[in-house]
């Protein structure tokens, strides 16, 4: 990897220390056996970890359900 984006990366996104958690929550594949956004909750609320979207696609509404409609989360 480009070491000058690693760093850009790094800095924006581990700004605190918090391990870093990259979370996909959905798929356009019919077959797959997802769990519904709330079940995410619980895991979204830690506030040990810091989380980054790697979801593809329209997400605002998803990211109002996942975060309890907090944008800083």
Do not use: C, H, M
Request: proline share 11%; hydrophobic share 35%; aromatic share 6%.
């Amino acid at each position: 990897p480009d070491p000058a984006r690693v760093a850009e990366l790094r800095a924006r996104y581990r700004r605190d220390g918090r391990p870093l958690v990259g979370v996909a929550w959905g798929s356009s594949n019919p077959g797959k056996d997802l769990p519904p956004l709330a079940a995410w909750r619980g895991l979204l609320a830690r506030q040990d970890l810091q989380f980054v979207s790697l979801q593809y696609g329209r997400i605002e509404p998803d990211l109002k359900i996942l975060t309890d409609g907090d944008p800083a989360r």
